[in-house]
């Protein structure tokens, strides 16, 4: 039992204090014993009101006597072999391509319409392109004969060559298709076991081709002799670009030339074709079987009107059949017999080309211009864009010069002596009836030639260059002089890439002395050639055309003379070296301009890489389509440029 104490008899209870107080006294306690072992605080301590204003007007840091036995920090410059790499951030895929000058980099997105790349990209070299349209693919067939001379394979490498470029200056991607393909089909070893090839070729072949157009999921299917002679524009091209198509087509106007449709209803037509009646008895229904080819071919003519819809007219596409070239180009037509099938198919390949040109001349009744801007002191600047706009505007060389393409009848033939107008502009145009030829140099070339100095040093740039020179020149004559430079290089850029505006424009860069994939931006051939006097000459069955006449100078601007020409020559082909220089000193040089010239950099950054991609794309799409008929290779056509006095 516990012991109950008491204190003058009364009861003591012993019990713990709460826990604040508890903190409390010990709180006291350590103060009272601080006070015992160091005593209180001196006087001396405690700093004066003149040690406290010394100290807020003249602050200083704390000694620190051992700074220097501090680790010292990595040298990042120096790699590391064994230790961990770093990432690198992603880059878009086929972006960068190689240069002379740095290598040109552009990255892909929706704010390209943004003044400077650099904030988008943070990245002073990389441009900001608008995202690359998908190419909807579009297809022929092509059927190679084993025992064909090679002149004559060749001649028909060439036609589709034609064929390929023509529609992809037209935004589609061509695919040339052959037996490989069809054999690939479920129903290919059904249609040989028929033995069409016996019947008639032409219906074998035609099998074929659907067989193989099956096989790649439908989409469009066009003849190697159907291409698109129209407008960027134009609805029939445009309908087919948006890969939309509701029902298995064809258009009554161009037979077989040309058939779209989805993937299901391209089967459903080959199953129903197949499961004829015809083609139960071969042997029967010979006679019947062969007269398939007519009209718009086997297919077709097995099928009812309900399983293939037939659009009645369309102007997009030139289709040079068999009946049209007898009818319409008779003297061409006798020419593509057996013996002479190389000869003829090179003159049909020939005049397809200028019906190609001719389509294109009669989209700009306006003509063609090229851009000037800061006129004095240029004229070896454009002397690249004047050549091509000359090969432009030429009559192209034809074996029937008076003739029309086939979706064209009533056409105006190229005629030498009332050429189409070619023009010297200062400024920009807005005018969608106008082809525009423009050549944007680097702000170092510009600034070498206008103010005509052989070098340029950083005292120049402070005191007599103006920044910005050329892009509000090029756009003065749209936006006045009120506009800042991010105005003036928005323009610029919507005139360059713009859906409505890079089908009406070229932007050839100064820097670049020679431009390749031309033939592949405009969809044919330019001239290569040009009569030797003003009236033209026939030559192997093929009308040549005299050269077009350069275009006049610019109002109020005297022609310049001949040694200045040369100097200017000389000028630009220094800058061209010191822009590519390694020098150290050349490379600040041309950076100080740069930064000098903020909206002329961007302009010309923009229309650089915007060239580059387009070769970039094009490239890789020849690399994988080289092994396939119509190719440069295999037509026996240089791959180095685009075929002119301007190429490679």
């Not at 107080?21 to 006294?25: C, D, E, H, I, P």
């Not at 301590?45 to 003149?50: A, G, H, L, N, R």
């Not at 105005?487 to 610029?492: I, K, M, T």
């Given at each position: 039992?516990?012991?109950?104490?008491?204190?003058?008899?009364?009861?003591?209870?012993?019990?713990?204090p709460p826990?604040r107080?508890?903190?409390?006294?010990i709180?006291?306690?350590?103060?009272?014993y601080?006070?015992?072992v160091y005593?209180?605080?001196?006087?001396a301590?405690?700093?004066?009101?003149?040690q406290?204003?010394?100290a807020?007007?003249?602050?200083?840091?704390p000694n620190l006597?051992d700074?220097h036995?501090?680790?010292?920090?990595?040298?990042l410059?120096?790699?590391?072999?064994f230790?961990?790499?770093a990432?690198?951030?992603?880059v878009?895929?086929n972006?960068?391509?190689?240069?002379?000058y740095?290598?040109i980099?552009?990255?892909a997105?929706?704010?390209?319409r943004?003044p400077?790349?650099?904030?988008i990209?943070?990245?002073?070299?990389r441009?900001?392109l608008p995202?690359?349209k998908?190419?909807?693919?579009?297809?022929t067939?092509?059927d190679?004969?084993?025992?064909?001379d090679k002149e004559?394979?060749?001649?028909e490498?060439?036609?589709?060559?034609?064929?390929r470029r023509?529609?992809?200056?037209?935004?589609?991607?061509?695919?040339?298709?052959?037996r490989?393909?069809?054999?690939?089909?479920?129903?290919?070893?059904?249609?040989?076991?028929?033995?069409?090839?016996k019947i008639d070729?032409?219906?074998?072949?035609?099998?074929?081709?659907?067989l193989a157009?099956?096989?790649?999921?439908g989409?469009?299917?066009?003849?190697w002799?159907a291409?698109?002679?129209?407008?960027y524009d134009n609805p029939?091209?445009?309908f087919?670009?948006r890969?939309?198509y509701?029902?298995?087509?064809?258009i009554?106007?161009?037979q077989n030339?040309v058939f779209?449709?989805?993937?299901?209803?391209?089967?459903?037509a080959?199953?129903k074709?197949?499961g004829?009646?015809?083609?139960?008895?071969t042997?029967?229904?010979?006679?019947?079987i062969a007269?398939?080819?007519?009209?718009a071919?086997?297919?077709v003519?097995?099928?009812?009107?309900?399983?293939?819809?037939v659009?009645?007219k369309?102007?997009g596409?030139?289709?040079?059949?068999?009946?049209?070239?007898?009818s319409?180009?008779?003297?061409?037509?006798d020419k593509?017999?057996?013996?002479?099938?190389?000869?003829g198919?090179?003159?049909l390949?020939?005049?397809i080309?200028?019906?190609?040109h001719?389509?294109f001349?009669t989209l700009?009744p306006?003509g063609?211009?090229v851009?000037?801007?800061l006129p004095?002191h240029?004229t070896?600047?454009?002397?690249?864009?004047?050549?091509i706009?000359r090969n432009l505007?030429q009559?192209?060389?034809?074996?029937?010069?008076?003739?029309?393409p086939?979706?064209?009848?009533?056409?105006?033939?190229?005629?030498?002596?009332?050429?189409?107008k070619?023009?010297?502009?200062?400024?920009?145009?807005?005018?969608?009836?106008?082809?525009?030829?423009?050549t944007?140099?680097?702000?170092?070339?510009?600034n070498?030639?206008?103010?005509?100095?052989?070098?340029?040093?950083?005292?120049?740039?402070?005191?007599?260059?103006h920044?910005?020179?050329?892009?509000?020149?090029?756009?003065?004559?749209?936006?006045?002089?009120?506009h800042s430079?991010a105005?003036?290089?928005?323009?610029?850029k919507?005139?360059?890439?713009?859906?409505?505006?890079v089908?009406?424009?070229?932007?050839?860069?100064?820097?670049?002395?020679?431009?390749?994939?031309?033939?592949?931006?405009f969809?044919?051939n330019?001239p290569?050639?040009?009569s030797?006097?003003?009236?033209?000459?026939?030559?192997?069955g093929?009308?040549?055309?005299p050269?077009a006449?350069?275009?006049?100078?610019?109002e109020?601007?005297k022609?310049?003379?001949e040694?200045?020409?040369?100097?200017e020559?000389?000028r630009?082909?220094k800058?061209?070296?010191?822009?590519?220089?390694?020098d150290?000193?050349?490379?600040s040089?041309?950076?100080?301009v740069?930064q000098w010239?903020l909206?002329d950099t961007e302009?010309w950054?923009f229309?650089?890489?915007?060239?580059?991609r387009?070769r970039?794309?094009?490239?890789?799409w020849?690399?994988?389509?080289?092994?396939y008929a119509g190719?440069?290779?295999?037509?026996?056509?240089?791959t180095?440029?685009?075929?002119?006095?301007?190429?490679?």
């Open positions: 039992m516990p012991v109950q104490r008491t204190f003058l008899g009364r009861p003591i209870r012993l019990q713990m826990r107080f508890q903190l409390l006294f709180f006291v306690g350590f103060f009272i601080a006070l015992f005593g209180p605080p001196s006087s301590d405690i700093p004066s009101y003149e406290v204003s010394e807020v007007k003249h602050p200083h840091l006597p700074i036995k501090l680790p010292d920090l990595p040298d410059s120096i790699p590391k072999v230790g961990p790499s990432h690198k951030p992603p878009q895929p972006s960068t391509t190689s240069s002379s740095r290598a980099e552009w990255f997105d929706f704010k390209w943004n400077f790349s650099s904030t990209t943070l990245d002073e070299n441009a900001v995202p690359l998908r190419r909807p693919p579009i297809y067939y092509y190679a004969r084993g025992k064909e004559v394979s060749e001649a490498n060439r036609l589709i060559l034609a064929w023509a529609w992809w200056a037209q935004g589609f991607q061509p695919q040339v298709l052959s490989d393909e069809a054999q690939k089909h479920p129903q290919y070893e059904l249609v040989q076991r028929m033995r069409l090839g070729p032409r219906v074998e072949l035609e099998m074929m081709r659907w157009w099956g096989h790649m999921r989409g469009i299917l066009t003849n002799l291409l698109p002679m129209a407008k029939m091209l445009s087919l670009r890969q939309e509701p029902f298995l087509s064809r009554e106007s161009l030339g779209f449709g989805e993937a299901a209803a391209v089967e459903e080959i199953k074709a197949i004829s009646e015809l083609f139960k008895n042997t029967a229904n010979k006679d019947k007269a398939l080819k007519n009209d071919g086997a297919i003519n097995l099928l009812t009107k309900d399983d293939i819809a659009d009645s369309a102007n596409v030139a289709y040079y059949s068999t009946s049209t070239i007898n319409a180009y008779k003297s061409l037509g593509l017999g057996d013996k002479a099938k190389a000869e198919l090179d003159l390949a020939t005049l080309n200028s019906h190609l001719l389509t001349q700009f306006d063609l211009a851009v000037k801007p004095e240029t070896a600047l454009m002397d690249e864009a004047i050549e706009a505007t009559c192209a060389a034809s074996p029937l010069p008076k003739s029309c086939p979706n064209l009848p009533k056409c105006s033939p190229c005629d030498p002596a009332k050429p189409l070619l023009e010297l502009i200062p400024s920009l145009k807005n005018v969608s009836a106008l082809y525009t030829v423009g944007v140099p680097h702000p170092y070339t510009l070498s030639l206008h103010y005509m100095r052989d070098s340029i040093d950083a005292e120049f740039l402070r005191r007599e260059a920044r910005d020179m050329w892009i509000s020149a090029l756009t003065k004559g749209s936006l006045g002089e009120q430079g105005d003036h290089v928005l323009y610029f919507e005139a360059v890439a713009s859906p409505t505006s089908s009406n424009s070229l932007w050839l860069t100064a820097e670049r002395p020679t431009q390749a994939d031309l033939d592949w931006v969809g044919f330019l290569q050639k040009a030797t006097n003003d009236e033209p000459t026939s030559k192997s093929i009308t040549i055309f050269r006449k350069p275009p006049k100078p610019l109020g601007v022609p310049q003379e040694k200045w020409l040369r100097t020559e000389d630009l082909k800058a061209r070296q010191a822009i590519k220089s390694t150290k000193n050349y490379q040089v041309v950076a100080m740069e010239n909206a302009a950054k229309s650089r890489a915007f060239s580059a387009r970039v794309e094009r490239k890789k020849e690399e994988e389509e080289q092994k190719s440069e290779k295999k037509s026996g056509v240089q180095a440029g685009g075929g002119s006095r301007w190429s490679d």
